[in-house]
């Protein structure tokens, strides 16, 4: 039957999505538009402004049509976008450059030198965002080291959120709360931008955006998006929230019990607390959904992409004598995992810092390195494996542990993204987290958190905790004793061994950099 739908129009890191859906929580279709992310050199991790932007229009007009050829009517649009984004914009909010995404990590030693000065501590407490590399807070100040007049004349600085707003909308500089809460620019309790955060930036206020409640009502589309798209000019556009928090609520973990866990190529561990939290540890980050939910959490650079590293590394290739010959790379991926399923819980002694693209929490260092600890002779291929997935999800632990700074009793977890297909993971998951794991039915966690919000918005789902009960999940797997209690005996190493070796890895690190002199 015909139903009026929301869009959910998610702008992430490698593609836009737009995804539709009714009141019963239903997603109802997806369109997908890819674009690459540009690393020209090391460090570097960009997106071309252009390309986003016009992937958005595209996104939304493909969804749209679809929508029409069902019958159902899209009443409104809501907007999830990447987190941590950079790109200078001019006064009508075209780019006037790349957006710097999240895995640049250029900016370093600029994170560095704030927390050795004694100021991160402070900032982050303030701003809920972990001072590293990632934020643009350090990123400005790395621009404002090398140009401070372009920083400084740069009319518009924002992130995908504002530059996806100015693509379909048009009019002012405006972004909302939940990605303002992501930039290290914002006091998250005061509700407004930070005076000493935008000094080390090297920016003022008025450059920055308008920050507006993620329940806002935008203008309608711009007249040639309406045009292409078509959709109606006047269509109500919900100015959002950041994807990691919308992901929190498509997959229900909007009641502080339940945690939501993203394990995709990275990962991330998050829950929802009633105002803004930062542990006094500094582990954790505090981003808005609403101004009476807040999402705390952490998040990890490796998942997925552990297995798809140690196939590239370990395995043997399509058409070698232990692979089938047209074996793509996903089929790899499974069988490596099946192969690893066999090998006993702890990988017959073997422990995985699993940071081959670095790592963030709880961490919060640039130049970390991944290392195998305890490898012997008799470990081979499957112990690799299964101790690189094991590592990833003693990080999310971690992650959990620097929970109950929160107080905040966490009784279940729901799980989406592509490394939870697997059985291996997700009952590793279970195992190191002690917490019974559902899986989302739809993998569409973010675009349909947008949803979501968006018929909040609209006041068509006036408490967001309903969510919990209306977004299908499966069954629950339970965490196997035995597994539990290898995995609790090895996370103090995993601490142990990684404040010991931090120096070493990060050392590792910058002898990249060091030139070598030819023979």
């Known amino acids: 039957m015909p139903v009026d739908v929301v869009v959910g129009l998610d702008s992430g890191t490698t593609a836009t999505k737009a995804v539709t859906a009714g009141t019963d929580g239903r997603v109802r279709d997806v369109a997908s538009v890819a674009y690459p992310l540009l690393v020209p050199a090391p460090g ?35 907007l999830s976008a990447a987190m941590h984004g950079l790109v200078p914009m001019d006064d009508e909010g075209r780019p006037l450059g790349p957006v710097v995404t999240w895995a640049d990590d250029r900016a370093a030693q600029w994170a560095q030198a704030l927390v050795a000065d004694g100021r991160a501590a402070d900032l982050h407490a303030r701003t809920g965002t972990p001072v590293h590399a990632m934020s643009p807070l350090v990123k400005l100040s790395w621009e404002r080291a090398e140009d401070a007049a372009r920083v400084a004349g740069v009319p518009r600085w924002g992130g995908v959120k504002e530059l996806v707003v100015a693509a379909l909308c048009g009019g002012r500089h405006v972004l909302d709360r939940s990605c303002a809460s992501a930039t290290g620019l914002y006091d998250i309790r005061g509700g407004r931008w930070d005076e000493e955060a935008m000094s080390i930036a090297g920016v003022r206020s008025r450059q920055l955006g308008e920050v507006l409640p993620t329940t806002a009502l935008l203008p309608g589309l711009r007249p040639e998006v309406a045009a292409g798209t078509g959709l109606p000019e006047g269509l109500p556009v919900v100015v959002g929230a950041s994807d990691g928090v919308l992901a929190n609520l498509g997959v229900g973990a909007v009641r502080s019990d339940v945690a939501a866990v993203s394990l995709g190529t990275s990962g991330a561990m998050r829950i929802v607390v009633p105002r803004p939290t930062v542990d006094p540890g500094r582990r954790l980050f505090c981003y808005a959904l609403t101004d009476d939910a807040w999402v705390v959490g952490g998040a990890i650079n490796n998942g997925g992409s552990v297995v798809r590293w140690a196939a590239e590394a370990f395995a043997a290739g399509p058409g070698d004598a232990e692979g089938p ?95 939870v297909a697997s059985p291996l993971w997700i009952e590793t998951l279970a195992a190191a987290l002690d917490l019974p794991v559902r899986v989302a039915d739809s ?77």
């Open 44 to 78: 570097r991790a960009e997106l071309d402004a252009g390309q986003l932007a016009a992937a958005a229009v595209e996104a939304l007009g493909e969804v749209a049509a679809r929508a029409r050829d069902r019958g159902d009517t899209v009443v409104a649009v809501s």
């Open 325 to 419: 010959v047209g074996e793509d790379a996903d089929d790899l991926d499974a069988r490596l995992l099946e192969e690893a399923a066999a090998v006993p819980v702890g990988s017959s002694g073997l422990l995985c810092l699993p940071y081959l693209l670095g790592e963030r929490a709880p961490w919060w260092r640039s130049g970390m390195r991944g290392a195998y600890l305890g490898l012997r002779r008799e470990h081979r291929r499957p112990h690799l494996v299964r101790a690189a997935v094991e590592g990833v999800c003693q990080q999310l632990a971690l992650v959990r542990d620097a929970f109950a700074a929160t107080d905040v009793p966490v009784r279940e977890v729901r799980a989406t993204g592509g490394a």
């Open 443 to 519: 993998p569409e966690g973010t675009g349909l958190g947008a949803c979501l919000l968006g018929w909040h918005a609209l006041g068509a789902l006036p408490d967001l905790t309903a969510a919990t009960a209306l977004v299908a999940v499966r069954e629950p797997v339970l965490p196997d004793p035995g597994a539990v209690a290898v995995y609790r005996q090895l996370r103090p190493l995993v601490d142990r061994s990684t404040t010991a070796l931090v120096d070493v890895l990060t050392t590792l690190d910058a002898l990249d950099d060091v030139p070598t002199r030819s023979t």
